[in-house]
Nanobody, 117 residues
Framework: QVHVVESGGGLVQAGGSLRLSCAASGSTFSDISIGWYRQAPGKQRELVAVISSGGTIEYGDSVKGRFTISRDNAKMTVYLQMNSLKPEDTARYYC???????????WGQGTQVTVSS
């Protein structure tokens, strides 16, 4: 079982920055892959960024060059640095955890990001 908690959301003006945090506990953190996803009202949930247990990183096309994902295994936390925010980045951001060698995934409750124009 993995417990996932997101934090760091808020209201920011277009062009601004936010850093989201995803803390995961309940298993060996270095064996956990973490993905950030977002969902805006009326839209499907989409991949923002993912970092594997081995450090491989993938970004969604809409955030490439603006967002950076990183992990601190000692703090059992994955960060999503979001720069040059746009109103279309407004969504609820969710963290998904998956343990290496296991198929089960674990989701957090999400954190709201609102970008005003």
């Amino acid at each position: 079982q993995v417990h996932v908690v997101e934090s760091g959301g808020g209201l920011v003006q277009a062009g601004g920055s936010l850093r989201l945090s995803c803390a995961a506990s309940g298993s060996t953190f270095s064996d956990i892959s973490i993905g950030w996803y977002r969902q805006a009202p009326g839209k499907q949930r989409e991949l923002v960024a993912v970092i594997s247990s081995g450090g491989t990183i993938e970004y969604g096309d809409s955030v490439k060059g603006r967002f950076t994902i990183s992990r601190d295994n000692a703090k059992m936390t994955v960060y999503l640095q979001m720069n040059s925010l746009k109103p279309e980045d407004t969504a609820r951001y969710y963290c998904k955890a998956k343990r290496r060698f296991y198929a089960t995934t674990y989701w957090g409750q999400g954190t709201q990001v609102t970008v005003s124009s």
